[in-house]
């Protein structure tokens, strides 16, 4: 067999490797959304969703924990890299903040299975990485001028919990209701002291941006 003979057939099995973890993820992700959440599910169910054997699930994961953790790990590696090619130019906290709301409450609309798995296992608006970027936008945000509270943790609480509250609205909907995903991003930046007229521009500006990036950058998005 020739080097290239070699290269190919290894390209291949790591193609299918991955298209195997991906289908086993996907699978996770969709039965852990479901009622009761991870705790109620075992691996068995994630075979038959997958429509896999056992033995392929023990291959990539030793167990149902360490799969939703690379899920979890693999949402928040894809969140923030969504965010930094849809905004990283952007210096305006509250333009940041709206874009990055948007962006999620479009995601929850648009896929159920990952609304589901985020509102019920709060593995992902919990993390801490997440938690401390949302917490250093604010804060920048308070320092500028432009959002105005006395508590950054209480603020910090408020936007996140205002958030995952639409993504869970969103994940028992059909269809993407713009207008519900605009009027609650403006109410998370008025939860900041936000002035009205910077929040409302910078709420239309988000929606425009991401309306025009999504269906080109975003695989969510063409999937809808």
Do not use: H
């Amino acid at each position: 067999m020739t080097q290239e003979q070699e290269n190919f057939r290894s390209r291949v099995a790591a193609e299918k490797r991955d298209r195997m973890r991906a289908r086993l993820l996907a699978a996770t992700m969709q039965v852990c959304g479901g009622e009761g959440g991870p705790g109620a599910v075992v691996v068995d169910d994630v075979v038959r969703a997958a429509d896999v054997s056992r033995g392929a699930f023990y291959r990539y994961f030793p167990s149902l924990d360490e799969a939703v953790a690379a899920l979890v790990a693999e949402l928040i590696a894809e969140i923030v890299s969504t965010a930094r090619s849809t905004f990283s130019d952007v210096e305006d906290p509250a333009l940041g903040s709206a874009i990055g709301s948007q962006l999620l409450l479009y995601r929850a609309a648009m896929d159920r299975s990952w609304a589901g798995f985020v509102s019920r296992t709060n593995l992902i608006l919990g993390d801490p990485t997440l938690m401390e970027v949302l917490r250093q936008t604010i804060g920048y945000g308070r320092t500028k001028g432009i959002f105005r509270f006395t508590s950054i943790t209480a603020a910090t609480d408020v936007f996140a919990g205002g958030l995952l509250a639409g993504v869970r609205r969103l994940g028992a909907s059909e269809g993407p209701p713009a207008r519900y995903v605009s009027e609650v991003s403006l109410l998370l930046l008025r939860s900041l002291g936000t002035d009205d007229d910077v929040a409302v521009a910078a709420v239309a500006q988000g929606r425009a941006r991401i309306e025009a990036t999504g269906p080109i950058r975003l695989a969510w998005w063409r999937g809808a």
